[in-house]
């Protein structure tokens, strides 16, 4: 999600703002915005796709080691 998205989504869905985030905040380093591939190439899809992929594994890996410090 880009910043665009981000604001759109929050000024239609003012309800869910507190369930919203950029998902690049699991990814270290990185800037905050995945860019929308939408009317790009599929190089760019394909990297952005990656780019997603990446982000999700580090939030499973930040959610299993929370989980795991609650259980001990």
Do not use: W
């Amino acid at each position: 999600m880009d910043y665009r998205n981000y604001h759109n989504f929050t000024t239609h869905f003012p309800q869910a703002i507190d369930r919203m985030f950029l998902l690049r905040i699991f990814e270290p380093g990185s800037t905050m915005q995945l860019p929308d591939p939408n009317g790009n190439s599929s190089s760019v899809f394909d990297t952005v796709y990656a780019d997603i992929a990446a982000c999700i594994r580090s939030l499973i890996d930040e959610y299993e080691s929370v989980i795991s410090k609650d259980l001990t």
